[in-house]
């Protein structure tokens, strides 16, 4: 299993963004994701593409990731991690290396450099 962050989703979808090309070469396989991840990715992708292509990207997900959904308890570990790094990473990114941790993932596909700051985890882009 490796979790997948949204930039990867979007520079898949996005043809003129700049990591488009990497993000075609990447294969995953077993991906993990979080309804942050869902919600960025098709919220983005609508944006660009428009609605019906954020309603394709939302039926993949259902069909091909495992998906998180955030509880109190982990929104409240998220918080707990947004604050260890003084809100240099994102919530979305806190909630992300959380449940990275609770299932021993140690992958992510991230563009988000934001990931490499923090100690166990390998980002693969």
């Known amino acids: 299993m490796i979790f997948v962050d949204s930039s990867y ?14 993000a075609l070469n990447l294969k ?19 944006a660009f ?19 998180e959904y955030l509880d109190e308890e982990m929104m409240e570990k998220s918080m707990d991690t ?12 806190s909630c992300s290396i959380e449940i990275m941790s609770k299932y ?5 596909v991230s563009f988000d450099s934001d990931f490499d700051k923090i100690k166990g985890i390998e980002r693969i882009f």
Request: proline share 1%.
């Open 9 to 22: 989703f979007i520079a898949r979808l996005k043809t003129d963004d700049r990591w488009h090309n990497e």
């Open 28 to 46: 995953i396989t077993d991906p993990l994701i979080s309804e942050l991840i869902m919600s960025e990715s098709i919220t983005m992708v609508g």
């Open 49 to 67: 593409n428009g609605g019906k292509a954020g309603k394709i990207l939302y039926e993949f997900f259902l069909d091909n990731c495992r998906i």
């Open 82 to 93: 947004f604050l260890k790094y003084n809100g240099t990473i994102s919530l979305a990114d």
């Open 104 to 108: 021993s993932v140690k992958k992510i």
